[in-house]
């Protein structure tokens, strides 16, 4: 009995074995200590690698540092005096709202050669209707032609990207094809309709877009901004955005999964000639006149800047954050270009060599990568 009781006494007191298996608490226990570790820490080089892409942005601020020290080292301080960069701050937003008009196309895998001469209609009809009508208006009268002109100016621009849309996503038609038409009627109608005129005489506030500053910061530059956040936010978290770089990417299998392809083709070709409006009210102000002819450079230009701030021309990939480093690296070469007296078209000639260099480079690049 005595021995009896000690035996039980001591198997009560033994620990009560766990019901799990014994390996079991060992997989609990590092999930445990996998979500209490922080994650790890990302250098700023990390950060630069991945803010935009594959890493176009880096090599982008890479390039732009080196040119500012080169240039600097060969023009000196003049590069970088007050009215150097002031009129760097004028000049870019043109180029750059025209560059994104081009930019979204470019993402959806096809391309808008229309975009200047529709700016340059754009601003034919606004400036029509402003020194039609604003001399001798006063009051409210006088806001609402301006406000009726600028109204004026951006229903053109969506009629032709209506139709640019159309006859691309509907009919089927190759986007350089239908746009190289485009391009070819709407400049006949600005020449025909003008003779190849200049309309000049503005009102104040409309000069002023182009020529003020609100606290130091050019108003074009201001429209560029306001043009450039919400089409950089609408790419990288609207539905619309999605579609485009899946329509970039693969069109067909876009179209299989359910997506509308034909609809997010004319938005985007409406949203191309939107934003040259933009441009065409931005380019008026500046220069106080419209003409059918002004801008007719850009259109390279804008090709280049897309290409060299990451966009594939393919479609199906690109950051508006690469868009906007290609063009102050751009304006950089630009400007420096003009302090050490280079000819205009020996300029754009180097803009042409850059496009060629630029696109070859990255075809190796992705043959590389994917060899």
């Not at 038409?181 to 506030?205: A, D, H, Q, W």
């Amino acid at each position: 009995m005595g021995a009896g009781s000690s035996a039980e006494g001591r198997a009560m007191n033994r620990p009560l074995a766990s019901s799990k298996p014994a390996d079991a608490a060992g997989p609990l226990n590092g999930e445990l200590a996998a979500a209490e570790t922080p994650p790890p820490r990302v250098g700023l080089l990390e950060r630069l690698r991945h803010f935009g892409g594959d890493g176009a942005n880096l090599r982008l601020i890479v390039l732009i540092a080196i040119l500012l020290a080169g240039f600097g080292l060969l023009i000196g301080k003049q590069l970088f005096s007050a009215a150097s960069l002031q009129s760097m701050a004028y000049q870019l937003p043109e180029l750059g709202i025209l560059s994104l008009a081009m930019m979204v196309t470019l993402l959806s895998g096809g391309i808008n050669l229309s975009v200047i001469a529709t700016a340059n209609l754009c601003a034919l009809t606004m400036a029509a209707i402003l020194t039609r009508f604003v001399p001798g208006s006063e009051g409210a009268a006088w806001v609402l032609i301006q406000v009726g002109a600028l109204a004026a100016g951006f229903a053109v621009a969506a009629l032709i990207g209506l139709a640019n849309g159309f006859v691309i996503a509907y009919l089927r038609v190759s986007p350089i094809l239908a746009t190289l038409g485009t391009m070819t009627l709407v400049k006949g109608i600005s020449v025909g309709t003008t003779r190849g005129n200049v309309i000049s005489g503005f009102p104040e506030p409309i000069v002023f877009i182009g020529n003020g500053a609100v606290l130091g910061i050019p108003v074009a530059l201001l429209v560029f901004a306001a043009a450039a956040l919400p089409l950089a936010i609408m790419l990288n978290r609207a539905p619309l955005g999605a579609a485009i770089y899946m329509i970039g990417s693969n069109e067909r299998a876009t179209r299989f999964s359910g997506i509308q392809t034909r609809r997010v083709i004319l938005k985007v070709y409406l949203i191309s000639s939107l934003l040259a409006a933009v441009a065409a009210v931005v380019m008026m102000a500046r220069f106080n006149s419209a003409n059918a002819s002004y801008g007719e450079s850009y259109l390279l230009v804008t090709i280049l800047a897309a290409v060299l701030g990451g966009i594939n021309p393919m479609g199906g990939f690109g950051k508006v954050s690469g868009l906007v480093l290609a063009l102050i690296m751009l304006q950089i070469i630009s400007s420096a270009f003009n302090l050490l007296n280079f000819s205009a078209f020996l300029t754009l000639a180097i803009w042409g060599g850059i496009l060629i260099a630029v696109a070859g480079m990255t075809q190796l690049r992705q043959r590389f990568i994917g060899g």
